[in-house]
C-alpha cells in the first residue's frame, strides 16, 4: 500500500492530456447524501472524477484508493485543493477494511465504487486493455502477478473456454478457447491486434449474422480476461461482504456497474444483505425471522444514466447504479454466496 506523495502533471502515460468524465455524477452525489464533517471512501479512485466533486460538493472528509499506481497524479492534484480532508491509498479496494483500521477509523458514512477501467487505462495502448489499439497483452490494473499474456498463452483449452464463457457470456467460447490454442502452437500470442484478428477470424461471421448486435466479436472474450487477470469479481466480493460492520447506520454502499456480470454478483449482494436476515431458512429458530436486513433500498433498486449523458458519454450507456443503507440491525455473517475456488484452481493449472 503506497500513501501518495509524488506530483505530476495531468497527463496519460502516452503524454497526451487526459480527460475523463464522471459516469452518473448528479445520481452519485444524490445517493451518497454528502454531510458536512461526514467520512466517504471512493473505492475507484481513477482519474478522481467522483472523489473531486465530493470534495467539492460537501465540507467532508474522503479516503480513496485505487490499484493503479497512474491515479496518483491525479490524487496529488486534490491534496493540494483539498489537504487533510483527502488521502490517497495505492491498494486493492479489497483492503479498504484493513485501511479503516490502520487509520483508527471505526466507521463510514458512505463507500463509492465506479467499477471497470479508467479512461487512462483504455486510452493507454501501452496497457493492453483495448482490441481497438495494439499493444501488449497486458491488461494489468495494478501490480498483479498473472497479464494477459500468461492468461492467453498458457491457460489449458478447458480453462480458457470456461473463463470466456463465465466472465464473457460468449456463446462460443469453446471454439474461441480452440483457436486460441491451436495458434499459439506455432507462436505465442503477443499483442491485442494478434488476439483481436483470431477472435474476429474464428466468430466475426456469427456476429455479422445477428442484427442489432452492434459488440465487436472480440469484446467478450477481452473482457473475460481482464476479469481473470484483475481477479475482479473476487474483489467485489470480497469488500461487499465485509462493509457492514464499516458503516454507520443511514451509510450507504453505492456501485456502479458496466456488464451484466458484475452487476448481477452486486445484486445478489444487495439482495442478500437487504432481505429478511435469516427467514430463507426453514432451519432456523423462527423469532430470528423478524429481524430485518442489516441494510435497505433507500431508493429505486438501481438507476441509468440520462439519454443527455450518454449522448454527451458513450462509456456511460451500460452503466447501473445500485445503492444500499445501512440500518440499525444486526449483521448477519457468513456472505458465502460465491466461491471463486474454481478460478483459483484454474489459475494454479496454468500449463
Ligand atoms: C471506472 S474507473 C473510476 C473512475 C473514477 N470514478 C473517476 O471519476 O475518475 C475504475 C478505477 O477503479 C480501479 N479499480 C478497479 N478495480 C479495483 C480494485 N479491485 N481495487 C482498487 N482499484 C480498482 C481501476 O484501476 C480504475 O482506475
New binding site residues.
Given amino acids: 500500500m503506497l500513501v501518495i506523495d509524488v506530483m505530476m502533471s495531468r497527463q496519460n502515460s502516452t503524454g497526451g492530456p487526459y480527460h475523463?468524465t464522471?459516469v452518473m455524477l448528479n445520481e452519485v452525489l444524490e445517493a451518497l447524501t454528502l454531510r458536512g464533517g461526514n467520512v466517504y471512501v471512493d473505492?475507484?479512485?481513477?482519474?478522481?472524477?467522483?472523489s473531486r466533486a465530493i470534495l467539492e460538493s460537501s465540507d467532508c472528509q474522503l479516503i480513496a484508493?485505487?490499484?493503479?499506481k497512474n491515479?496518483i497524479q491525479y490524487a496529488e492534484e486534490l491534496k493540494v485543493s483539498y489537504g487533510e480532508r483527502f488521502s490517497f491509498f495505492i491498494?486493492?479496494?479489497?483492503k479498504i477494511p484493513d485501511i479503516l483500521r490502520d487509520s483508527s477509523t471505526s466507521k463510514v458514512d458512505g463507500i463509492l465504487l465506479?467499477?471497470?477501467?479508467?479512461s487512462f487505462?483504455l486510452d493507454d495502448p501501452k496497457r493492453g486493455f483495448s482490441f481497438q489499439v495494439d499493444g501488449p497483452l497486458d491488461m494489468r490494473?495494478g501490480e498483479n502477478s498473472l497479464s494477459a499474456y500468461d492468461v492467453v498463452n498458457k491457460l489449458k483449452e478447458p480453462h480458457l473456454a470456461e473463463i470466456i464463457r463465465d466472465f464473457g457470456e460468449e456463446r462460443h467460447a469453446r471454439l474461441v478457447a480452440k483457436k486460441i490454442c491451436e495458434y499459439r502452437d506455432s507462436k505465442k500470442i503477443e499483442t491485442t491486434s494478434e488476439l483481436s484478428k483470431i477472435i474476429e477470424n474464428t466468430i466475426g461471421n456469427f456476429y455479422k449474422k445477428q442484427p442489432g448486435k452492434s459488440i465487436h466479436p472480440a469484446t467478450r472474450t477481452f473482457q473475460a480476461i481482464r476479469i481473470l487477470v484483475?481477479d475482479?469479481m473476487q474483489?467485489i466480493i470480497y469488500l461487499l461482504s465485509n462493509l457492514t460492520n464499516y458503516l454507520n447506520q443511514g451509510g450507504r454502499i453505492v456501485v456502479i456497474t458496466f456488464h451484466s456480470i458484475e452487476d448481477r454478483i452486486v445484486k445478489n449482494i444487495f439482495t442478500h444483505l437487504t432481505e429478511n436476515a435469516i427467514s430463507k431458512s426453514r432451519y432456523e429458530p423462527s423469532e430470528k425471522s423478524i429481524l430485518d436486513g442489516s441494510f435497505n433500498y433507500p431508493t429505486k433498486k438501481f438507476l441509468i444514466p440520462q439519454e443527455s449523458e450518454i449522448t454527451l458519454n458513450s462509456r456511460s450507456r451500460s452503466a447501473k447504479l445500485r445503492c444500499i443503507e445501512r440500518t440499525d440491525s444486526l449483521f448477519r455473517e457468513n456472505l458465502d454466496i460465491y466461491s471463486m475456488n474454481k478460478y483459483e484452481e484454474i489459475i494454479r493449472a496454468l500449463v
Fill in positions: 475523463h464522471p473505492g475507484t479512485f481513477g482519474g478522481g472524477g467522483h484508493t485505487d490499484r493503479d491515479s491498494s486493492k479496494f479489497s465506479d467499477l471497470g477501467v479508467s487505462q490494473m484483475n475482479e474483489e
